[in-house]
């Protein structure tokens, strides 16, 4: 148990850290029948999230179970064999995509040898391996042999009896499935409306019913009763019109997958049987509607007879419309309506409608009333019912009487005339409209002009007839030929007059007149007659346009600067009328050109607006025409000029010039008048620099032989076409000398040196980059102490003008970077460990200086021993250097590792025979050996050390000196003895020390040889009961022959590297 847990939570523990692709399918075996609609969904899991899977899928047949037959995929069409690649191409068969790892296989309608055994397969999208890629699913197909049965019959019913009906289902399928079935309710005027369930025994045996059933149901009269083993029957109680339409069985045979689901394999419906229910109300009632009931000749009449029944589609009406009891109109059942004799005509020529509106509204409507339709209208509706025994039963009704009163006509009619102006400018339009309200009949219109104080003659302008035929009067006849006097019929009750390119004669009172017309009778005898005549005036006054003519000229721009566009903009009043058109003229005097006594020098033509709306250039054209457009407004009135990168050639004075011409009905020009602007006084200047250079102060402390990097930003520049040339300086420390020039960076990338580099040899040392168009950098390499001071730039701005040439528009300086360069930071450190050696006289003194701590780790080091003798040399309490006594330089040794090359001379002089022994054990650790003491060397020993670096010009300087602890020396002096007195001399010293011992060799090898003679017969034993003599050889020494001290190892001054 406890394994199988440990399994468990491993293999969860493995699940979490590597996800495995899983490919379910839909567990089988399906059993589908044959012709039905199957689905089987396929579904992956484990994938590299955000990638969409496709899905192929095949099919294994059972003939064949070791063959692969590809169906269907989603990421390959021709993906299928050619046994599916028709059904495929159909849609007959197709995968239906649910989501990213989701699909769902369709067969519209399976075939039986489509049984067999499918697999879905999921291509790989993780880049490896790892997981199920397939699955499979065995489908099973069956015949069909489901039969739903009830004959095809068509009942009458009457509201209120009962209907029975029988279905017969039955099916031989093998396998254990389960029936519902139902009947429904299909309504025969809505074919694509949905089917009512009127009552269903579902699979499970249970019983319902439809929403609007389930109370007939509950109370009985609705009922479904399987009577036999393949027997349903429907039997509905107490019918309704509702009943009413198409009904029939509908059974499903359902089988249970593997899953637990249900699925209806197959369903069918019986033949139909059609429904007719008789409703027990059959009486009808008629209403007869109008607006009003009095009318004038001439108006339109409506009357609208409604049928109020139940089931009125289903029933057959016929109504009549009868007029004083003479018939008008009879519409069947059919909706073909039948005229009377005296009203044929009418209906033919359009002034009457006879309808069915809807299946109970008939209407019937007169176009225009005349005074003998005056009187009494019915409406007679009559229905036609069929009896059980075949007979048609007639039944009429008739409505009230409707009484219609229809007045003579007479002239109502309201003028109006109106104008677009009552002040028009001369060459405009003068439009009348004359607007007639409560006409009822064609209208026509006389045009009339008189003065304006309406004291001389009447004039007749133009004449619109009712037909719309248009009349011109001889005075205006001529100009109406050119089209500048128009009258036209808009609309029935709108006329217009148009008086265009209007004269100053034109100018009066206008009049327009209405006639109202009636027509009586009928083709081709008609006759009109006048109802009446009303008349409108209205005066319209022309105002000359020289009075008004004016130019004036303006600009928002009268200083712009280099680069920039202004317009010049001319305004011409009064507004432009093609009559009476304008040409503009745009002229130009450089300000180079301007006479310095005070006189104007000469005005040249820029570009002319033709009348006829055409451009013409001048002679000048700023010397830059491409970049000068030209444009008017829609009205004529405002004529702009814009320059766009204006330049120093563009400065000057402007002025427009305006002709005013007259065009003549018969086309001809006549020039009017002449006007010219105020002057325009356009100055070019430099642009307003917007060059900010960074102004952080900031300091930078760097060591010698480092590098310093000082930036130089550009928060912002007047354009982006802007060029910056670069100047770097700096202030000496002192501050008494002037800013020097380093280095200057041309806008064109050239480099040029200051006097400044050149002196201090900082032409090798310093770098200029320039990392981005706003940020510089400088760079010292190798920096040196001398190099401290105060940076900073100078930044010029430069731009193009529009002209090409190039011009310095203004500069700024950085903040200032305080740069300190020093030297390493003194961190010498010397032993300081005082001591007290007593040695005796011949013996070595040594004597050590350590160095715990250096500044730099490229140090070299100077290092000389001191000795001090003093009467008093008991005392340690002063610094090494600091006492009264006699200070004695012993040894010295440079930082270039040369012997007596440091601070001091020594007293003895290097050389083999010297006493004194120095040694670097390492390149902190110093020592000297001073040997063979002597009485007179005894003091107080310290070593001074110098610390020496390299600068970056490659010359060596002292950074740093320390001393050490005092080391006092005593020298033991020696006393006379007899190792004393035998070593001093050397005859005695062999005779003691060393001839005895030739002398008691030669006795001892005597003696062996006299005991060994002696002792012929014995076994000569050699080690016995010990071990051989074991020879060691002992190390080579040099040592003194004149003493027994021990050896010593020594290092003469010149020998150390």
């Not at 099916?171 to 299909?186: E, I, N």
């Not at 619109?464 to 009067?473: A, E, K, M, P, Q």
């Amino acid at each position: 148990m406890e394994t199988g847990a440990l399994l468990l939570a491993c293999a969860l523990l493995a699940g979490v850290a590597v996800a495995q692709r899983v490919v379910t399918v839909q567990s089988g075996p399906l059993v589908r029948t044959e012709g039905s609609h199957v689905t089987i969904w396929c579904n992956v899991t484990g994938y590299k999230e955000g990638m969409e899977q496709d899905f192929e899928w095949s099919v294994y047949l059972p003939s064949v179970p070791d063959r692969e037959i590809r169906v269907v995929s989603t990421a390959q069409s021709n993906y299928a064999y050619a046994v599916y690649a028709q059904r495929v191409n159909s849609k007959e068969i197709f995968v239906e995509r649910l989501s990213r790892d989701s699909a769902l296989l369709h067969i519209t309608k399976v075939q039986a040898n489509d049984q067999g055994l499918f697999e879905c397969y999921t291509p790989n999208t993780d880049g490896r391996y790892l997981g199920s890629y397939s699955a499979r699913t065995n489908l099973t197909v069956i015949a069909d042999s489901l039969t739903v049965t009830a004959p095809a019959q068509t009942l009458s019913k009457v509201e209120g009896d009962t209907l029975q009906l029988t279905c017969e289902v039955s099916r031989t399928t093998v396998q254990h499935t389960h029936l519902s079935v139902g009947w429904y309710l299909r309504s025969p005027e809505d074919a694509a409306a949905a089917p009512q369930e009127l009552v269903t025994l579902s699979r499970d045996f249970v019983l319902r019913s439809g929403g609007p059933y389930r109370q007939r149901m509950a109370a009985g009269d609705l009922r479904l009763d399987k009577t036999s083993a393949t027997s349903y029957r429907l039997t509905i109680h107490k019918l309704q019109p509702v009943d009413q339409g198409l009904l029939y069985c509908q059974a499903a045979e359902w089988i249970q997958d593997t899953d637990g689901s249900w699925f209806a394999m197959t369903r069918k419906q019986s033949d139909k049987t059609q429904l007719r229910i008789q409703p027990t109300d059959r009486d009808f009632s008629i209403q007869v509607s109008t607006e009003r009931r009095s009318f004038t000749a001439g108006e339109p009449l409506e009357l609208r007879c409604t049928i109020e029944a139940q089931n009125v589609p289903e029933r057959f009406f016929s109504v009549s419309w009868v007029f004083s009891s003479s018939p008008v109109a009879v519409v069947g059942p059919s909706a073909v309506p039948v005229l009377g004799p005296d009203y044929a005509a009418r209906e033919a020529a359009g002034h009457m409608t006879v309808r069915k509106e809807s299946a109970n509204v008939h209407l019937l409507k007169l176009q225009h009333l005349r005074i003998e339709d005056a009187g009494k209208y019915i409406c007679r509706v009559t229905e036609r019912e069929k009896t059980p025994t075949g007979d048609f039963i007639d039944r009429s009704k008739r409505s009230r009487n409707v009484q219609i009163t229809v007045q003579p006509l007479k002239s109502n009619i309201t003028v109006l005339l109106s104008s677009n102006s009552s002040e028009v400018l001369e060459g405009d339009a003068i439009l009348l409209t004359c607007s007639v309200l409560s006409a009822t009949g064609p209208l026509s219109v006389v045009w009339q002009w008189t003065d304006k104080q309406a004291n001389g003659p009447t004039q007749e302008v133009a004449s619109v007839y009712r037909d719309g035929t248009v009349w011109h009067s001889p005075t205006y006849r001529e100009r109406a030929s050119y089209g500048e006097v128009r009258a036209e019929k808009v609309r029935d009750d709108t006329f217009s007059l148009s008086v265009y390119n209007a004269l100053p004669g034109d100018e009066g009172q206008y009049r327009c007149v209405i006639i109202e017309w009636l027509q009586a009778g009928t083709e081709p005898e008609l006759t009109w007659t006048n109802l009446g005549e009303k008349s409108a005036n209205k005066t319209v006054t022309v105002k000359t346009v020289e009075s008004s003519f004016a130019v004036s000229a303006s600009t928002r721009t009268p200083s712009v600067s280099f680069g920039d566009n202004f317009d010049l903009l001319c305004l011409v009043k009064p507004r432009h009328n093609p009559r009476v058109p304008t040409s503009v003229t745009w002229r130009f005097m450089p300000a180079g050109k301007e006479a310095g006594d005070g006189e104007q020098g000469e005005f040249k033509d820029l570009v002319t607006f033709t009348r006829e709306g055409t451009l013409q250039w001048g002679e000048q054209l700023l010397g830059l025409g491409t970049r000068t457009t030209v444009d008017r407004s829609h009205s004529n009135t405002n004529f702009r000029l814009s320059v766009t990168r204006a330049g120093r050639r563009e400065a000057g004075k402007y002025q427009c010039t305006a002709v005013l011409w007259r065009r003549n009905y018969d086309n001809s020009w006549s020039r009017v008048a002449n006007r010219t602007s105020n002057l325009l006084g356009i100055s070019v200047l430099q642009p307003e620099s917007k060059l900010k250079v960074q102004k952080n102060n900031q300091s930078q402390v760097h060591l010698e032989d480092s590098r310093v990097r000082i930036n130089c930003s550009i928060a912002s520049q007047t354009s982006q076409d802007s060029q910056h040339a670069v100047m770097w300086y700096v202030r000496r420390a002192t501050g008494s000398e002037a800013d020097e020039l380093l280095l200057r960076i041309e806008r064109s990338g050239a480099f040029e040196y200051g006097a400044y580099a050149e002196e201090e040899r900082l032409r090798r040392r310093v770098q200029a980059e320039r990392l981005s168009p706003r940020l510089y950098v400088l760079t010292l390499n190798r920096a040196e102490s001398s190099d401290s001071g105060t940076y900073y730039c100078l930044v010029e701005e430069w731009l193009s003008d529009p002209d090409g040439a190039w011009y310095r528009l203004s500069r700024d300086t950085s903040g200032f970077t305080q740069v300190l360069v020093r030297q390493p930071e003194i961190r010498l450190q010397v032993e300081e460990v005082e001591s007290n050696v007593t040695v005796k006289e011949s013996s070595p003194i040594r004597l050590g200086c350590s160095i715990p701590s250096q500044s730099s780790r490229d140090s070299r080091f100077s290092v000389s021993w001191y000795v001090e003798r003093s009467e008093d040399e008991a005392s340690g309490g002063e610094q090494p250097g600091e006492g009264d006594g006699e200070r004695e330089c012993v040894f010295s040794i440079g930082h270039d590792a040369v012997f007596g090359n440091g601070n001091c001379s020594p007293r003895e002089e290097a050389g083999p025979n010297s006493r004194l022994q120095f040694e670097r054990m390492t390149s902190d650790q110093y020592s000297l050996t001073i040997q063979g003491a002597r009485p007179t060397d005894a003091g107080r020993y310290y070593c001074h050390v110098e610390e020496w670096l390299l600068n970056p010009r490659n010359a060596w300087y002292r950074l740093a000196t320390n001393n050490s602890g005092f080391t006092i020396v005593n020298v033991l002096q020696q006393v006379s003895s007899l190792q004393s007195v035998v070593c001093a001399n050397d005859s005695l010293f062999y005779f003691v020390f060393f001839y005895p011992f030739p002398i008691f060799g030669i006795l001892l090898i005597a003696l062996l040889l006299v005991r060994y003679k002696g002792r012929n017969n014995s076994k000569s034993q050699e080690g016995k009961n010990g071990a051989p003599l074991l020879w060691i050889k002992e190390p080579h020494l040099s040592y003194s022959p004149t003493c027994l001290d021990p050896p010593a190892l020594s290092l003469h001054p010149g020998s150390v590297d």
